[in-house]
């Protein structure tokens, strides 16, 4: 009897070491060395207003229009380049938003779509400086 009881309180020392053995390894969040930080990794962001703006839209048969204020978010360094060229930013977005329906940018999966499509409309243009857009109001009529 006493080495079955031997036996057991091996099994579980030994099912107890490898569960602390996984839980300090897989579990366990991965320090940094000495020196590192985060914040190198993230780029710093500036926000470029791109001024209000109001659209028509491509509604066959009625008027409709859009009103939207991008502002994009680039990377900080980059900002006075960005600057300087939102008359194209502009440009673009009138093209990419008038292409569009009152129907199309109405809901909220049409909004998101728009600024994917927009987003990758100005990666011509900014590459890895454009970082994403918003629009601080956004309504169709």
């Known amino acids: 009897m006493s ?3 031997i036996i057991i309180a091996v099994a579980v ?3 107890a070491g490898a569960s602390a053995f996984v839980a300090l390894r897989v579990l366990s969040v991965p320090t940094q060395a000495a020196g590192q930080s985060h914040a190198t990794d993230i780029p710093k962001v500036a926000y470029v207003e791109i001024r209000e703006m109001t659209l028509r839209l ?3 048969g009625s008027e409709h229009y859009i009103k939207i204020d991008p ?3 680039v990377r900080a360094k980059e900002e006075r380049a960005v600057a300087d ?3 194209v930013v502009r440009d673009r977005i009138v ?3 008038t292409a569009r329906s009152s129907n199309e940018l109405s809901s909220p999966t049409g909004q998101r ?3 994917e499509d927009l987003v990758a409309v100005l990666r011509k243009d900014f590459q ?3 970082v994403d857009i918003y629009f601080s109001d956004y309504l169709v009529e």
Request: no cysteine.
């Open 3 to 5: 080495k079955t009881v």
């Open 13 to 15: 020392v030994a099912l």
């Open 58 to 60: 491509a509604d066959a």
């Open 71 to 73: 502002v994009m978010a």
């Open 85 to 87: 060229k939102i008359p």
């Open 95 to 97: 093209t990419v938003v």
């Open 113 to 115: 779509k728009l600024k």
């Open 128 to 130: 890895d400086t454009l």
